[in-house]
């Protein structure tokens, strides 16, 4: 709820006014139990910020994040530790969070260790069905990270996430360093997790389309803000905000009859220290008037469960 996170920065050279990036500017919204939301926008948009402080990995400048009733900013230490093991991270590229020491099955085990949650031999057998789960055979507990494809580290990565049975997971550009064909086998465990695991996830992207399959849910960030909200059926047969027509118009459609709409984005997002006037976008937008310069639209319900912030609409 009115969720903010500023990074304060240098002005630079013997300029001593300290701005800030706005990662993060003034967004609500809500992950029901079971959603896979996605969030999706450009790199620069402040998606992996909201996913890091949803989870308290940084602290916030403003506003609440409230999981299951409680308020994690005013959770103590101690607190806030129990939770830890209801709340993961995955990141985009797991291989930098592996040790090239560890052999797999001890990283994948480290933290149940940690929370001093079971003996060595049920740490065994709990990573090797967690393997099993996330599509690792078992030959593969001892060996080494630099053994494995992208591929398989990532399901390296998700194991890890798992061990200690989370609820709620934060998947930050999961598959984004992954081939496209390598994409979907991931895109598909997560599903399967989801349902076998009753997980709940925020699921960071930059793509549209990598979210199509997996999220019932999709939020679109842009420069800290979001733009628009919507169940993902009704985002793709409906987009209000001129900025998630480009981004959808930008995703080919196999079938050369199906026809959509070309909005291309030119230039690049602009700097989160020194946001645009008035509507973020319109420095961007095709479809920006006068207003768009000098009136914040307002982020706001058009039915049912859509939301978007555009004077347009
Ligand atoms: Fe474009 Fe104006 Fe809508 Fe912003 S408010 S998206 S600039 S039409
Ligand atoms: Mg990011």
Not at 251 to 276: A, Y
């Amino acid at each position: 709820k009115g969720l903010k996170k500023y990074f304060p920065v240098s002005g630079g050279f013997l300029n001593r006014t300290v701005n800030h990036v706005k990662a993060v500017d003034d967004i609500s919204f809500t992950i029901n139990k079971g959603d896979a939301f996605g969030l999706v926008g450009e790199s620069g948009s402040g998606k992996s910020t909201t996913g890091r402080t949803l989870l308290r990995l940084t602290d916030k400048t403003a506003g609440e994040v409230i999981y299951k009733d409680r308020d994690i900013f005013s959770l103590s230490k101690g607190e806030m530790r129990t939770l830890r093991t209801d709340m993961q991270i995955i990141f985009q590229d797991p291989y930098s969070s592996l040790n090239p020491r560890i052999r797999v099955g001890d990283a994948i085990g480290e933290a149940v260790l940690d929370h001093g949650l079971a003996s060595k031999a049920e740490i065994r057998e709990r990573v090797l069905e967690i393997m099993s789960v996330c599509g690792l055979a078992p030959h593969h507990i001892d060996r080494f990270p630099h053994e494995f494809s992208g591929g398989q580290r990532q399901r390296i990565g998700i194991a890890r996430a798992l061990i200690l049975s989370p609820d709620f997971i934060v998947a930050d550009e999961p598959v984004s360093a992954l081939d496209v064909s390598i994409q979907a086998q991931i895109i598909n465990l997560f599903s399967d997790l989801r349902d076998q695991k009753n997980l709940t996830y925020l699921f960071i992207s930059h793509d549209l389309s990598v979210v199509e399959h997996l999220c019932n849910r999709i939020g679109v960030m842009y420069l800290g803000s979001l733009m628009e909200l919507a169940p993902r059926d009704e985002l793709f047969a409906n987009p209000l905000h001129p900025y998630t027509r480009a981004l959808l118009s930008a995703i080919p459609i196999p079938d050369p009859e199906i026809r959509r709409e070309r909005i291309v984005l030119t230039g690049d997002i602009p700097s989160p220290v020194d946001p645009p006037s008035g509507c973020k976008f319109h420095t961007r937008c095709p479809f920006a008037k006068q207003v768009c310069k000098e009136a914040v639209p307002e982020y706001r319900n058009v039915g049912g469960e859509h939301y978007v912030a555009c004077h347009l609409v």
